[in-house]
Each structure stands twice: as C-alpha cells, then as structure tokens.
C-alpha cells in the first residue's frame, strides 16, 4: 500500500519561510519521480515543483515560485522536501506531494497559510 505522508505546513507572514515534508512508503521511491501540487480555495490543482528520479538532477518549478521554492530529495530516507521562501499570500493553499511510478499516488495534502 502506497503512502505519502505531508507534515510542515501551517501559518506563516508573508516573507517567511516553511520546509515542507513528505514521507513516501510502499513504493519503489528511487524510480518515482516526485512533486509538489497545490490546491487555493476556489481554484484548481496546480502544479508547484518535480524532481527527477534516481539523483534528482533535473527539477522544474512553477513561474509563479521560481527562485523562492526548492526542492528536494533523499533516497535513503524515502523522502522529498519543499523549501519556501519569501512567502506572499497567494501562496495559501493545500500542499499536496505527488509520486510517479509505474502509477500516480497523492498524499492527502498539508494546509499552507500565509497571512498577517
């Protein structure tokens, strides 16, 4: 049974930071490609962030969190991260981690608030 586990989320200003995590189990992580999706209230889920399997030595971003967001991985851990930085408040929304393997799995999303 696949697993992706979100944590790190919460309420944070606007220009601050959150590292969000996602634990993967049940599946063969190494060959997943991995990502970060998200989902504002009203609005559709989008894409955020992917890193390659294997090493992870391709990543994309979102225009819209370019040079603010990285990403990240650790195969001997089953784990990959997001790392925001200077965080505005469209940003607020649903983070979900996203594994793609021989099939698609999603997490079940970790809520990310950036208010004052």
């Known amino acids: 049974q696949v697993q992706l586990v979100e944590s790190g989320g919460g309420l944070v200003q606007p220009g601050g930071s959150l590292r969000l995590s996602c634990a993967a189990s049940?599946?063969?992580?190494?060959?997943?490609?991995m990502g970060w999706f998200r989902q504002a209230p009203g609005k559709e889920r989008e894409f955020v962030s992917r890193i390659s399997s294997w090493s992870g030595g391709i990543t994309n971003y979102a225009d819209s969190v370019k040079d603010r967001f990285t990403i990240s991985r650790d195969n001997t851990k089953d784990m990959v991260w997001l790392q925001m930085n200077s965080l505005k408040p469209e940003d607020t929304a649903v983070y979900y981690c996203h594994a793609l393997g021989s099939n698609a799995y999603w997490g079940q999303g970790t809520q990310v608030t950036v208010s004052s």
């Open positions: 049940g599946l063969t992580f190494n060959s997943s490609a």
